[in-house]
């Protein structure tokens, strides 16, 4: 038998850090009632991730509004959908889906890069052609699991857009530019260079 | 309810549609033309980072300024009615207007950083755009036009058994503001199926249920990702539908591309095929389902669709 | 009260007035120098006593007024919240509204402790209310005398109650209903559950017989297929226009025997059973309907005539046409109900698509021994009784989405746990499960509950998401919360505990009667603590679920306090304190501003001319600041009374000395009095004009006291009163105002008085005295600057 383990609210030792942080975020909603939640569970009763995964819903919400930070380390918040039903029905305005975005970014502003780190390609061609794309790293996957056609189909896009009398996929070189330099200003650029860092230091320890 | 335009529109292009279903953006061409929907599209428009976004790659800052420069740019040309085709362009621009219209601090530092990069052109003021006012959905504006599409020549496709998939960031983001009808259960799509002559079953357990992409999950977490979009197949199999109506292409993109590996996994066979709204419309009013509705670039062929049309009209197909 | 009355000039020269000063045993005399005091007066009479409120010195007034045939009295004493009253009757047959009072004890030397400040400052008080009374005029009581009849609007237990208890103290009441019978929501539903007993009552047995005593109630007519089309006040009266809708059935001729259902060819959902069985288009809601008379529904009766043919009584009229009923009443209690929440806002419950999904309401119905089934519990898809019956608590209830309702219905755990036990007890085979968020059980109820768990009834902690059919059977889906799984219930039945709503009725008779409604729709009462059952127009009250959700007791306790306010106007002979607006309608040019502008709803136009209903006004004057004709005035708070108080307040002010007013409204005063009770202290500079309201004061009324020697002006009220928000906006005007002629707006200062807090206010008038003499020093600087620039 451990006392020590028995869990004990103290005195003096509470704020509201983590919730505060999350119903500012802006990421989340103005008016967003984390504080309201009265744990009905209903957005865990409507939840994909919840009714296919250890993930739930109001779970997220009772760690939160216990402060409990290490949420942010803790994988199961990677498996929202992000599909805003919690957020659709939730009777008291609160918002898990929205709860989550800020947890993960917090996870990415603490340099936890694991979880995003083959998202990469996403925001390298954004920052190339000023439109996102496929996420490269699963491509290969992506063929494997629909099979050759769509590649011969990828191969062809010029093509077929063409057909279709619909204009280039890509920015001028310009626009291309001024893009870039928006977000090197809002710090999306040191972001992706950190991840890029990240997924090295991955690669060469493999 | 919202005023809809039909002038002065940017078609807000889509990484998704110009990629994956570009005969999405051919169709709308099709009937905003065919409807007198005055439009235009435009090469400097970049990404909403809507996926990005939802990959959390991306932060609020990064891409609110990216939508205060792509609302600069529908401004500059005329043209600040947005309509998406994407129901998350459509959630990601609503979002990053409000922050742009209500958060000066947002705004001074967005508004700072056009300046330092000589981008004057791109500063934002407040009220430069409305949310409820200049972002639409491609769907709502053809909505707006059921009157109009009801007076149009139609191919018979009433025999088809058809069930529609309303995108979650279009009715379940914003749903305090403005998406039209009834929340809890959308209509919109089945309001236009209706237009053109064609019943829907309507109502259908996990009607209301993501298509499963979960943006990350189809890539990072696929069996849960497909276990989703299992359930709703399941239940558009119990109701034999044979048609999916849609009006995001990131939802089209899971069902038509992992329908036939959900087949495989789960032994069975959904006889289910996939078409965005405007593909559909289009398809009805005698489009060319190659040249114009872009159905190559489908990995589901939507081949009762194209059955009915052959018999409409042999020389079509 | 005629206009003649008014004194806006100057009242003559020759008023005769007797000043009673009171030593108060020391408490007054102590500080004050009463000697200084009675030199400095300038009146016909003055007179200093020991104790002025002891019963000898009341007789001893009396007798001076007459004896010296006084026309105003000042009574310089103690505070008139206390003790004006008890003066106004000594002074007979002098009119008591000709009384006038210094407070020189609570305001004055309970406050300050310097002799010859005090005695300054008792001098300026006594000298205001000299002035003021001056200005006086006799003011009769009113007693407002209305006709003894009251309408009740709806006929559900809350009506009869209400009407029932009117018709008992002798008042003449109408019932309107608009359904063809009375009842109600009560009479549908077949048990009712109970805080004592541990068993179910019987709906109908307990209402039945009220119904039966209001229908033979000699002081009671009920109007039923009835509407309020329009309303009119008139002298705290109601004129009203009712609409009552052919029948098709003379209602003194038919005997109810039911032939004409039995030929009648039209079979239509019947709503009074829940849509749950059907009808015919001629038809008596259920076997106790009152009257106990049949109708046609208009809607769906297609004239054939053949129930005409047949009625052996001659009855049936299908020529009749509507009749309006034009009615004059003297105050009217809305009792107007509520609904059940409408599923088409949550389709994901499948009310609207399935069967076997029913709300708590139409299970009454279908537990009624008069309902679709007899009384049997039985599944409507498949008539079989159910294996499983699940509950949805708050279905529609404590949700804040677009089209949901905020508050928790108050009942619905009741109600479920109602047929929950009735379920066990009758078919002990059936499980019941009850999902619930919270189960909310106050007071003896909760032995109720208790008494349901030890039947066995399951209880899940989850709000389900959704009601799914899936290959025939309905699942609920839910997680539980207490072990955080996600569950899929299979039931034969689910039944939804649906929110209460406000009824149409409702909705529509507000409108009618310009009642005020709450942000839920609900009728919004004067005050929910201490005015739970006025509404926000005077004479008009509400009572039962039209108020808000509530059960049947507490829908009945509130119908006879109800009917007791409408007896005390009606019996009491209510006297109310004539300080209330009254408009010269020789200036009225009718514009309606006042009317617009009143928060109380006390101004109404009523045949060409602007009327106050006394009972409603209290006062405040904010129609005075809103006319623009100056057609209104404060009866005891006129202009010129207010003028001559700050004049009287400002009067033989010394060099170098200061003089603060500080205009407080009721509960302000109250605070006043209290710092003084509890002898702290404050500056003298202060002093003290009572007001009705802030809002009865006017810039001129500012800049008259600025400009006749009022160094500051301090105004507090209470702020959380029906006028608040005006005060604030009126405040804000006085300092843009100042700001125009060149003065500092920090000579205004504006404080919230909270009654207990009077510490607050006390410290408040030491800051704003401290910020005055800032405002002043910054106001010499800029004089001396100016004048050596001159040089």
């Known amino acids: 038998m451990d006392i020590m383990e028995f869990k004990t609210i103290k005195i003096g030792k509470n704020n509201n850090k983590l919730t505060d942080s999350i119903i500012k975020d802006l990421k989340t909603s103005k008016d967003i009632g984390v504080l309201k939640c009265i744990q009905c569970g209903m957005c865990t009763s409507v939840c994909p991730a919840s009714r296919h995964s250890e993930y739930d819903s109001r779970e997220i919400s009772k760690r939160v509004l216990e402060e409990d930070e290490s949420l942010i380390y803790d994988d199961i918040i990677w498996n929202c959908f992000y599909c805003y039903t919690c957020h659709s029905v939730c009777p008291v305005g609160n918002s898990v889906s929205e709860i989550i975005q800020v947890l993960r970014q917090k996870a990415i502003i603490n340099e936890e890069f694991e979880q995003i780190v083959t998202f990469l390609a996403f925001g390298e061609s954004l920052l190339e052609l000023g439109i996102g794309s496929i996420p490269i790293e699963y491509y290969s996957e992506l063929i494997e699991v629909i099979g050759n056609d769509y590649p011969e189909f990828k191969n062809k896009l010029d093509e077929i857009r063409e057909e279709l009398g619909l204009g280039s996929l890509n920015l001028p070189d310009e626009d291309v530019k001024d893009i870039g330099n928006i977000l090197e200003k809002t710090g999306f650029k040191d972001r992706l260079e950190k991840i890029r860092a990240y997924k090295k230091s991955i690669n060469s320890e493999q | ?46 990404c909403c980072t809507g996926l990005g976004y939802y990959y959390d790659l991306f932060d609020q800052y990064s891409t609110t300024a990216l939508a205060a420069r792509n609302f600069a740019i529908a401004r500059e040309i005329g043209h600040k009615n947005i309509a998406t085709m994407c129901s998350t362009c459509y959630a990601i621009l609503k979002k ?71 995108a979650c960031h279009y009715f379940k983001v914003h749903y305090k503001e403005d998406s039209i009808g009834n929340k809890r259960n959308p209509l919109l799509l089945d309001d236009l199926a209706n237009a053109c002559g064609t019943e829907t079953i309507g109502w259908y357990d996990h009607k209301k249920t993501t298509c499963g992409a979960g943006f990350r999950q189809r890539y990072a977490n696929l069996d849960l990702s497909l276990s989703v979009t299992a359930d709703k197949l399941m239940s558009l199999k119990e109701n034999d539908v044979d048609t999916l109506l849609h009006m995001c292409p990131n939802c089209q993109m899971q069902f038509d591309r992992y329908q036939p590996v959900i087949e495989k996994n789960l032994n069975t066979k959904f006889n289910l095929a996939h078409l965005n709204i405007a593909q559909f419309l289009a398809l009805a009013m005698g489009a060319d389902p190659y040249k114009v509705v872009g159905i190559q670039t489908h990995t589901v062929s939507p081949d009762k669709v194209l059955e009915k049309i052959k018999q409409a009209s042999p020389v079509a197909v | 009260m005629k206009s003649s009355q008014f004194s806006r000039y100057a009242p003559k020269s020759s008023i005769d007035i007797g000043v009673f000063l009171c030593r108060c045993g020391g408490n007054i005399s102590d500080t004050v120098d009463i000697e200084k005091l009675k030199n400095s007066i300038d009146a016909k009479v003055v007179k200093e006593f020991e104790n002025l409120c002891s019963i000898k010195c009341h007789k001893t007034i009396r007798d001076i007024v007459l004896e010296e045939n006084l026309d105003r009295v000042v009574i310089a004493a103690c505070s008139p919240i206390t003790h004006k009253k008890d003066f106004q009757n000594q002074v007979a047959p002098l009119n008591p509204y000709l009384l006038e009072m210094a407070n020189l004890r609570e305001q004055c030397s309970w406050v300050h402790s310097d002799g010859d400040k005090a005695t300054d400052k008792a001098i300026a008080l006594t000298n205001a209310a000299v002035e003021r009374v001056k200005y006086a005029q006799p003011l009769e009581t009113v007693v407002r005398k209305i006709k003894k009849t009251a309408a009740v609007i709806g006929g559900g237990i809350s009506g009869i109650t209400a009407a029932l208890s009117l018709a008992n103290q002798g008042i003449k009441v109408y019932i309107i209903e608009e359904k063809p019978t009375v009842g109600g929501n009560m009479i549908k539903i077949g048990k009712l559950f109970s805080p004592e007993k541990m068993v179910e009552e019987c709906a109908l047995c307990l209402f039945n017989p009220l119904i039966n005593e209001a229908l033979d109630h000699k002081n009671i007519d009920i109007i039923t297929s009835a509407e309020l089309m329009a309303s009119e006040r008139r002298a705290g009266n109601f004129d009203l226009l009712i609409e009552k809708k052919p029948r098709y059935v003379k209602e003194d001729k038919c005997i109810a025997c039911g032939k004409c259902a039995d030929v009648c060819p039209v079979v239509v959902p019947d709503q009074w059973n829940e849509n749950l069985m059907y009808r015919k288009s001629i038809y008596k ?102 294996d499983r019956v699940v509950m949805i608590q708050c279905a529609g209830s404590r949700d804040e989405k677009p089209e949901g309702k905020r508050y928790c219905s108050k009942v ?22 009850i999902c619930y968020t919270d189960m909310r059980t106050p007071g003896m109820y909760e032995n109720y509950f208790r008494y349901g768990q030890s039947k066995g009834i399951k209880l899940i902690r989850g709000r389900p998401g959704e009601v799914i059919d899936k290959d025939g059977k309905l699942v609920v889906r839910v997680e539980d919360t207490l072990r955080s799984e996600q569950l899929e219930i299979e039931t034969d039945l689910v039944v939804l505990s649906e929110a209460m709503e406000p009824s149409e009725g409702t909705l529509k008779v507000a409108d009618k ?10 009728v919004k009462e004067k005050h929910p603590k201490i005015k739970p059952v006025n509404t926000d127009v005077e004479g008009i009250y509400v009572c039962g679920t039209a108020q808000g959700p509530k059960d049947i007791t507490d829908s009945v306790s509130q119908a006879n306090a109800a009917a007791s306010k409408v007896s005390e106007i009606m019996n009491g002979g209510l006297e109310i304190e004539p300080i209330i607006a009254e408009v010269d309608h020789s200036k009225c040019d009718m514009c309606g501003k006042c009317i617009n502008a009143c928060k109380y709803k006390a101004i109404y136009a009523y045949d060409g001319r602007v009327s106050v209903d006394p009972i409603a006004c209290n006062g405040c004057g904010i129609c005075v600041s809103s006319c623009p004709e100056g057609a209104i005035e404060i009866m005891g708070q006129t202009d010129s009374q207010i003028f001559a108080m700050i004049s009287g307040m400002l009067k033989d002010k010394k060099d170098g000395e200061k003089r603060i007013l500080a205009f407080l409204d009721y509960i302000g005063y109250v605070a006043a009095d209290n710092i003084g009770i509890n002898r702290i202290s404050y500056p003298e500079s202060i002093r003290i004009i009572r007001v009705t309201s802030i809002n009865r004061l006017m810039f001129k009324h500012i800049l008259y006291a600025l400009e006749n020697g009022a160094d500051g002006i301090f105004l507090g009220a209470y702020p959380d009163d029906m006028v608040s928000s005006e005060t604030k906006e009126k405040v804000r005007e006085f300092k843009a105002e ?43 600087t800029i004089l001396s600057k100016a004048s050596s620039k001159d040089i």
């Open chain 3, 738 to 780: 100042l700001i125009k002629n060149g003065i500092d707006p920090d000579r205004l200062m504006y404080y919230n008085v909270y009654a207990p807090y009077f510490r607050g206010l006390a410290a408040k008038f030491d800051e704003f005295d401290k910020q005055v003499d800032m405002s002043l020093d910054k106001y010499e």
């Open chain 3, 513 to 522: 009667l310009n009642v005020g409604l709450n942000e839920d729709l609900f």
């Open chain 3, 285 to 386: 809601p259920f076997p106790q309907s009152v009257p106990d008379v049949y109708t046609i529904d208009e809607e769906n009766c297609i004239k054939c005539g053949k129930c005409a043919d047949t009625c052996p009584m001659n009855a049936v009229d299908l020529n009749m046409k509507k009749e309006i009923i034009p009615l004059t009443v003297g105050s009217i209690v809305m009792a107007t109900g509520h609904k059940g929440f409408d599923f088409k806002h949550r389709p994901e419950y499948g009310h609207e698509k399935y069967e076997d999904v029913i709300t708590q309401m139409e299970l009454a119905r279908i537990m009624g021994v008069n309902g679709p089934t007899k009384g049997k519990l039985l599944t409507p898809s498949t008539g079989k009784v159910p």
């Open chain 3, 412 to 433: 619905c755990c009741m109600v479920a746990m109602k047929h929950a036990n009735f379920i066990k007890r009758y078919y002990p085979d059936t499980e019941v499960i």
């Open chain 2, 1 to 46: 309810m919202k005023k809809i335009p039909d002038k002065d529109i940017l078609i807000f292009k889509s990484c998704l549609i110009s990629g994956e279903y570009p005969g999405v953006e051919s169709s709308t061409k099709y009937l905003f033309d065919k409807l007198g929907v005055e439009y235009v599209v435009e090469d400097r428009q970049s």
């Open chain 2, 96 to 166: 990053s207007c409000n922050i742009l219209n209500e958060n000066d601090k947002v705004r001074n530092k967005i508004n700072q950083i056009f300046k330092d990069s000589k981008l004057d052109n791109l500063i934002y003021s407040p009220g430069d755009m409305d949310s409820e006012g200049n972002i639409f959905h491609v769907a709502e504006v053809l909505w707006s036009k059921k009157a109009e599409i009801k007076d149009l020549p139609m191919i018979d496709l009433s025999e088809l058994k058809i069930a529609t998939h309303h």
